[in-house]
């Protein structure tokens, strides 16, 4: 699957989630062409903020490929640039590549691979995973325009909204 069709395997996860309530993003974990993880934000369902989309579908694909050596390379797709919580949780699966949709400008991890310079680089839970962004945009950017006509939260609303436009 390209990088383009993963993340619009994601939208259409994020798309259940819009339609609960909660903030479009979703996510996709996928090995050798296939989805073996997939989840979208749960934050309003769950009342709890460490729910983010792209750690759920890990925490699936986790539970369905356990410790056994895996016969290709996971790749992420996330609706939304990554952040450091779940970039972390990317690099201890051993994820190889993130492709994102929409940049988060002001809690976004894909900066990250700039700075990061880790003691022992040949441990396998120092090495980030190749990160590219900017796949189906504008498709994320109209999720997030139809949450914001719909939010009733005003901080959720005005975050929307600026995702929406561009902006943070």
């Known amino acids: 699957m390209t990088p383009e069709e993963l993340v619009g395997a994601a939208l259409e996860v994020s798309e259940e989630g819009l339609r609960t309530g909660e903030?479009?993003?979703g996510a996709v974990?996928?090995?050798g062409?296939?989805?073996v993880g997939r989840g979208h934000t749960r934050e309003r369902s769950r009342g709890r903020r460490l729910v983010h989309a792209d750690l759920l579908a890990m925490e699936e694909a986790d539970r369905l490929l356990g410790w056994e050596r895996r016969p290709h390379?996971?790749?992420l797709a996330i609706t939304l640039e990554p952040c450091l919580m779940c970039l972390g949780?990317?690099?201890v699966l051993g994820v190889a590549e993130v492709h994102y949709g929409l940049e988060?400008?002001?809690d976004g991890a894909a900066g990250i691979p700039r700075v990061w310079r880790p003691a022992r680089q040949d441990q396998p839970f120092s090495r980030l995973p190749a990160i590219t962004g900017g796949y189906q945009r504008s498709e994320c950017r109209d999720?997030?325009?139809r949450y914001a006509e719909a939010a009733t939260s005003p901080n959720l609303k005005r975050y929307a909204e600026s995702m929406a436009a561009g902006t943070s």
Do not use: K, S, T
Request: glycine share 4%; aromatic share 4%.
């Open 73 to 75: 390379p996971l790749i």
């Open 29 to 31: 974990v996928a090995m």
């Open 89 to 91: 949780a990317a690099m």
């Open 33 to 35: 062409g296939e989805i």
């Open 143 to 145: 999720q997030f325009r």
């Open 104 to 106: 988060a400008p002001d």
């Open 23 to 25: 903030l479009p993003v």
